[in-house]
Nanobody
Framework: QVQLAESGGGLVQAGDSLRLSCAASGRTSNIGAMGWFRQAPGKERECVAA????????FYADSGKGRVTISRDNAKNTVYLQMNSLKPEDTAVYYCAVDRRRAAVPGTRAAEYDYWGQGTQVTVSS
């Protein structure tokens, strides 16, 4: 099993920045790709960004391109999500997820991920 602990969420104003962190523990040999998903009330969970095990391949949802950067530190078993120029529509619970596969390209569907964090709330006021 892999346990994930997110941090860095909070209440910010439109235009501000936030950096989310997610530290993995437990059976870290099961860690492959890592991703950040979000879910707003009444909406489906969607992938915001994902990064392969090597870090060489990343995915960004159109909603975040140019504003969001995903990175990882495998020595610390940690993945980060830097979000700039935040908008009210970015308000959601953000979840960190781990895929056991170490494919060249990270998955972007929630069903592809094996382990999930509890989520951290991000609220952007206008």
């Amino acid at each position: 099993q892999v346990q994930l602990a997110e941090s860095g969420g909070g209440l910010v104003q439109a235009g501000d920045s936030l950096r989310l962190s997610c530290a993995a523990s437990g059976r870290t040999s099961n860690i492959g790709a890592m991703g950040w998903f979000r879910q707003a009330p009444g909406k489906e969970r969607e992938c915001v960004a994902a990064i392969s095990w090597s870090g060489r391949s990343t995915f960004y949802a159109d909603s975040g391109k140019g504003r969001v950067t995903i990175s990882r530190d495998n020595a610390k078993n940690t993945v980060y999500l830097q979000m700039n120029s935040l908008k009210p529509e970015d308000t959601a619970v953000y979840y960190c997820a781990v895929d056991r596969r170490r494919a060249a390209v990270p998955g972007t569907r929630a069903a592809e991920y094996d382990y999930w964090g509890q989520g951290t709330q991000v609220t952007v006021s206008s």
